[in-house]
């Protein structure tokens, strides 16, 4: 719902988002209230200790300060219950109750004050009992008073101060062009420095730079441009992902059609390449998984790694590798050996030099496949995020490629800053001397599978064998042109409801209005969505069949958008209003479809039996392509799909099973050959 308006400005907080922290303060206060009650009426008449009349004195306005305090949380609890999300109007008296109990902290604030002199007076010869029952309620005063101000600053919203500019409106678009075009401006150069500097306070850590500066301003003009047209609180975020979740797992019980699954059976020569690239995938994700160091490798191996890294890190470097960027105890690159099981003569170039646009890889020889590897890092740190988040798209200009088109920039910043290292620094010519006949192949986890698939591009006409295995890689990657060219050379691997093979612009922004329509149109109060969520998240069950405006309406109505779900896309409130530009029906849109790279292999889960100890997942993997993934899926597996030891583990599964199925014809073809 629109966040509420209180003391003028708008804040990150709904009106019905009190029925939850309200309820718990409110148990809080009643238990409270008992026990004070309680200590007055067992000590009434018998306050004649040094001290006993400020004593009687504190408890009796306590007793009155909390009943005061309890009946204003209730009413504050009960308001905030009513209504719908996108129906605010049986909570209009709420701002009243809100300043009615904001205005009693200051006498709790000022008895929490008296309390605590009283107990540090040393001339008070009370029973102990009744001193550390004070000492006790002058600290929960205190806690309650540090957690409100904290929340405060949580909720606070830098822009909800701003002047309401309604630009949907056509009166507003009557104002002169100077005018108008001026406070817009104003008001956007506003709504972009907050995030800038959201931005600059998380990455304070890193040494930042001009190529920084640049980042931050473009990753919060995308923040600024994403969040400018909807009047959404995070637990608003949080239902609509609640509910989405629940739709589409029912939507997932329904039976297919036979035609849809019949469209979904294989040929037999698509099954046999699918097992040699699941061949491939399952070996090169091991290289792939390397690159990410000590962390990969103490993650999945918590209770030895240390143990095993620290026999090596005493070992002097290997003279025969190219070695770069900071390695203490050489932990990377002992980590990088006992996962690839190669030995120190086989890698040609290692960097662990990173800097946004600038990330780790390395090039090894791998003689069981006899190929030249170069392995990219995925996302491990600040400067990683800030190149994933650089989402501009670039145009790719390549010699001798017909098929240029629009690509993700930061990814490919990256790729440019490999492939200059590759090329200029004779990294490549310097492995083809050693191994002339081998082929080369780039490998990639996450941002590295982005990172990979582009670089793979610019290598494509200096090596016209090459091959790639892109695992995991971001959904906004390549436009339509380019995905298409790079499906004779690349091959992309995505493990089940996987968040970042789907993440791109356009499918943030369907799943913004997926959230917005579900959520302004579904009758139930948000606490009872949330309450119920988190139950279907914990202990699961069925989906929960929330009832909707949308019940009912016939086909063509549900093309239409429903009047609450305008309020939420267009009625924003003042701190968003001057932040819709005049629309672009002809330009082109600032964040084109892109896609995933090559050809696609999905691997999805089809059986899981959990046991105490260990739990047996069976896969099946087949070729999809790029509309499979146009659209975000809500799940508590989203992102574990995207973790490399995921990955590796599914390609595994799926290569020991083909490899048990071969051992199997085997065998039954020399039982029928013996008879």
């Keep these: 719902m629109p966040g509420l308006v209180v003391f003028g400005r708008r804040w990150a907080i709904g009106s019905d988002d009190f029925v939850l922290p309200g309820a718990f303060e409110l148990f809080v206060r009643l238990v409270w209230w008992i026990g004070i009650v309680a200590l007055y009426a067992a000590h009434k008449g018998q306050f004649t200790c040094p001290g006993g009349a400020l004593l009687h004195s504190y408890l009796l306005v306590l007793i009155i300060l ?36 904001l205005f009693l902290y200051f006498p709790e604030f000022l008895w929490a004050v008296v309390g605590a002199v009283w107990v540090s007076d040393s001339s008070v010869r009370c029973e102990k009992t009744v001193i550390n029952i004070i000492i006790g309620t002058v600290i929960a005063s205190w806690v309650i008073i540090i957690f409100t101000i904290i929340g405060v600053v949580i909720v606070f919203d830098p822009l909800g101060g701003k002047k309401t500019f309604y630009l949907p409106d056509s009166v507003n678009r009557n104002l ?28 304070c850590c890193i040494v930042q730079d001009d190529d920084h500066r640049v980042a931050f301003t473009s990753i919060a003009e995308l923040f600024r441009t994403y969040f400018s047209d909807t009047d959404l ?23 297919k059609e036979p035609e849809e699954v019949l469209c979904h059976s294989p040929s037999s020569a698509a099954t046999d390449d699918l097992d040699v690239e699941l061949e491939n995938a399952a070996h090169y994700m091991l290289f792939a998984a390397a690159a990410y160091g000590w962390p990969y490798y103490i993650y999945t191996n918590p209770f030895t790694a240390l143990c095993k890294l620290g026999g090596d890190c005493c070992r002097s470097r290997p003279t025969d590798s190219d070695i770069t960027g900071s390695d203490r105890h050489n932990f990377h690159f002992g980590s990088i050996l006992k996962i690839t099981g190669l030995q120190y003569r086989d890698f040609i170039h290692i960097s662990f030099h990173n800097k946004i646009y600038e990330i780790p890889f390395f090039v090894a020889l791998d003689h069981k496949k006899e190929a030249i590897v170069v392995a990219v890092r995925g996302t491990l740190s ?7 988040l650089s989402a501009d798209c670039e145009d790719l200009t390549l010699e001798d490629v017909l098929e240029n088109g629009f690509v993700h920039k930061g990814i490919t910043q990256a790729a440019s800053y490999i492939y200059r290292k590759l090329i200029n620094d004779g990294i490549l010519n310097q492995a083809f001397t050693i191994a002339p006949e081998y082929k080369l192949v780039v490998v990639g986890h ?7 698939s582009i670089l793979a591009i610019m290598l494509r006409n200096s090596f016209p064998t090459l091959r790639c295995y892109a695992f995991s890689p971001p959904g ?19 493990v089940g409801k996987d968040l970042v093979a789907r993440l791109s612009m356009p499918n943030m922004e369907d799943l913004k209005r997926r959230i917005v329509r579900i959520v302004a149109n579904c009758n139930r109060p948000k606490y ?35 009047l609450a779900e305008e309020s939420l896309m267009v ?47 069976k896969y099946s993997a087949r070729w999809s392509n790029e509309t499979v993934f146009s659209s975000i899926l809500i799940s508590p597996k989203m992102i574990t799909d995207h973790m490399p030891d995921v990955v590796l583990k599914a390609l595994n599964s799926l290569s020991q099973e083909h490899g048990s199925c071969i051992s199997c014809q085997t065998r039954e073809c020399n039982n029928t050959h013996a008879v």
């Design 66 to 101: 909390l009943a005061a305090i309890i009946c204003a949380l209730s009413a504050l609890v009960y308001i905030s219950m009513q209504g719908t999300i996108s129906n605010p109007g049986p909570r209009k008296s709420l701002p009243k109750l809100l300043y009615t109990r």
């Design 176 to 203: 002169e062009s100077s005018q108008s075009g001026q406070l817009l401006y104003n008001v956007k150069s506003t709504a972009t420095r907050v995030w800038e500097k959201r931005i600059r306070l998380l990455c």
């Design 233 to 255: 609180v995070p637990s608003d975020i949080a239902a609509g992902l609640t509910l989405l979740h629940q739709e589409q797992d029912k939507m997932e019980s329904c039976p």
């Design 382 to 388: 600040f400067e990683d995020i800030l190149t994933d």
């Design 446 to 452: 996450s941002l590295g599978g982005g990172t990979a």
């Design 476 to 494: 906004g990657l390549l436009s339509k042109s380019l995905a298409d060219y790079t499906k004779h050379f690349i091959v992309s691997v995505i």
């Design 528 to 562: 009872q969505i949330l309450l119920r969520g988190c139950w279907y998240e914990v202990f699961g069950g069925d989906p929960d069949n929330f009832p909707t405006e949308l019940d009912g309406r016939n086909e063509d109505a549900l093309t239409q958008p429903l």
């Design 571 to 617: 009625h924003r409130s003042p701190s968003y209003h001057a932040l819709e530009d005049e629309p672009h029906l002809n330009s082109p849109p600032q964040y084109p479809r892109l896609y995933l790279p090559g050809k696609i292999i999905h691997i999805v889960e089809e059986s899981s039996s959990r046991r105490l100890c260990s739990s047996d997942i």
